[in-house]
């Protein structure tokens, strides 16, 4: 069975950092592309940015350029998300997802059939 399973969330203060981890079980992630979302309260679920199944395909939300980046270990079968200089706007939950699609990249909600359940990221002094 796939599943997606994220962690590395907590309460951080701005500026600062954190790295989420998006753990995959009962597939190759190899195969797949791979996006995080993130959905603050009271809004739509919104791409954050995308790798594809080689990392050689990246998409990021203008929002966060330069300062999160993507990567991912396909022997460990997990993908990374690193959050510097995190700001009070980056609050929400973070979910990845995946998509089986070779040399493909998008940030697109619908795009992805399976989401792990989310870890919250808390920006706050």
């Known amino acids: 069975q796939l599943q997606l399973v994220e962690s590395g969330g907590g309460l951080v203060q701005p500026g600062g950092s954190l790295r989420l981890s998006c753990a995959a079980s009962?597939?190759?992630?190899?195969?797949?592309?791979i996006g995080w979302f993130r959905q603050a309260p009271g809004k739509e679920r919104e791409g954050v940015l995308c790798?594809?199944?080689?990392?050689?395909?990246?998409n990021y939300k203008d929002s966060v350029k330069g300062r999160f980046t993507i990567s991912r270990d396909n022997a460990k079968n997990t993908v990374y998300l690193q959050m510097n200089s995190l700001k009070p706007e980056d609050t929400a939950v973070y979910y990845c997802?995946?998509?089986?699609?070779?040399?493909?990249?998008?940030?697109?909600?619908?795009?992805?059939?399976?989401w792990g359940q989310g870890t919250q990221v808390t920006v706050s002094s």
């Open positions: 997802a995946a998509r089986p699609i070779l040399g493909y990249c998008s940030r697109s909600v619908p795009d992805f059939p399976s």
């Open positions: 009962g597939f190759r992630l190899d195969y797949y592309a």
């Open positions: 790798i594809s199944t080689k990392g050689g395909i990246t």
